[in-house]
């Protein structure tokens, strides 16, 4: 093979790996291979990582506040996740944005009493589905239950487990609608996927 051609099937590889790791149908038996590893960031700071976005989680005596859910057929991995840190509810989920590898638990958890609450573009890109262009894959509109109930244009701020935790959209980058989340108090920040 010519370095030519080695290098040519380098960069067809890369963008493939990408696809295959975020395909949003998650199969039930690749969803049983997943497992959620829980990270401490700092006190009552964790990071769940399993496939997708990972997570960000403020737990304490006011609740948990939930960053972004990955795919559905993970919810119950990621409850029981939850469920070793913190014996509260899941009370606030807040989407960094609306890609389904950020989003794919919206139903699961909205049904079982979270509040989701993101930037206006994510309810709205949700809602209508659509393409998105960096994993070319067209999107169906998503059932009620997994939309944004509380949506901002600007920021909001979460006043919860002795910290502020700042959620504010940022211009135009990864999507329309992206938001950084930043535990004041912890001094960490989520960025989503930017
Ligand atoms: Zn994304």
Redesign the pocket.
């Known amino acids: 093979m010519s370095r030519s051609a080695a290098r040519h099937s380098l960069a067809v590889a890369v963008p493939l790996l990408l696809l295959a790791a975020a395909s949003p149908l998650l199969a039930q038996a690749d969803a049983q291979e997943v497992k959620i590893e829980t990270v401490g960031v700092a006190d009552g700071v964790y990071m769940l990582v399993g496939q997708g976005g990972n997570i960000g989680v403020s737990a304490g005596e006011d609740g948990v506040f939930l960053i972004d859910d990955q795919f559905a057929p993970l919810t119950e991995k990621i409850q029981a996740a939850v469920a070793e840190v913190s014996d509260q509810p899941i009370r606030f989920l807040v989407n960094t944005?609306w890609?389904y590898?950020?989003t794919g638990g919206n139903e699961n958890l909205g049904q079982a009493g979270a509040v989701i609450v993101a930037h206006d573009n994510v309810r709205k890109r949700m809602e209508a589905g659509g393409l998105i262009e960096f994993f070319k894959n067209q999107i169906p509109p998503a059932p009620k239950a997994a939309l944004p109930v509380i949506t901002f244009a600007d920021s909001v701020s979460f006043h919860l487990n002795g910290d502020e935790l700042h959620v504010f959209h940022v211009p135009p980058a990864?999507t329309d609608g992206d938001s950084i989340i930043h535990f004041k108090g912890a001094n960490v920040v989520h960025m989503g996927?930017l």
Do not use: A, E, S
Request: glycine share 0%.
């Open positions: 944005h890609h590898d950020h990864h996927d």
